[in-house]
C-alpha cells in the first residue's frame, strides 16, 4: 500500500531555512509525479511545490524563488528546501501523489515560523 512519511519540521526564525522529506513506499515511486502542499490554521490547503517523473518543476507564487522542490529516486525520497522564511509559511506541509483517480497524502510535518 501507499505509505507517504513527511519529517524534517519545526520551529525556525524568520528568515532561516529548513529541509522537509517525504519517505514513499508501496508504488513505483521513479514513475510518478510527488507534490508538497501545506494547511494554515484556518485555510484550506494548497498547493506549494510539485516535481514531475521526470525532474521538471513548478512552485506557487507565494514560494517561487525561495524553496526548492528535489527528488532522489534511488532513495524514493522527495525533498522541499525553504529558505528565507517567512511567518506566513507557518502550517502544515503534505507530501502527496496522484495515483490513478486516488489522492494519497502523509501524515504532515508542522513548521513553524517564528521569533
Known sequence: ??????SGG?????????RLSCAASGFPFSFYGMNWYRQAPGN???LVAVISFA????????????????RDN?????????????PEDTAVYYCNIKKGQT???GKGTLVTVSS
Open 10 to 18: 519545526g520551529l525556525v526564525q524568520p528568515g532561516g531555512s529548513l
Open 74 to 86: 534511488t532513495k524514493n525520497t522527495v525533498y522541499l528546501q525553504m529558505s528565507s522564511l517567512k
Open 103 to 105: 489522492d494519497y497524502w
Open 1 to 6: 500500500q501507499v505509505q507517504l512519511v513527511e
Open 55 to 70: 525532474g521538471s518543476t513548478n512552485y506557487a507564487d507565494s514560494v517561487r524563488g525561495r524553496f526548492t522542490i528535489s
Open 44 to 46: 484550506e490547503r494548497e
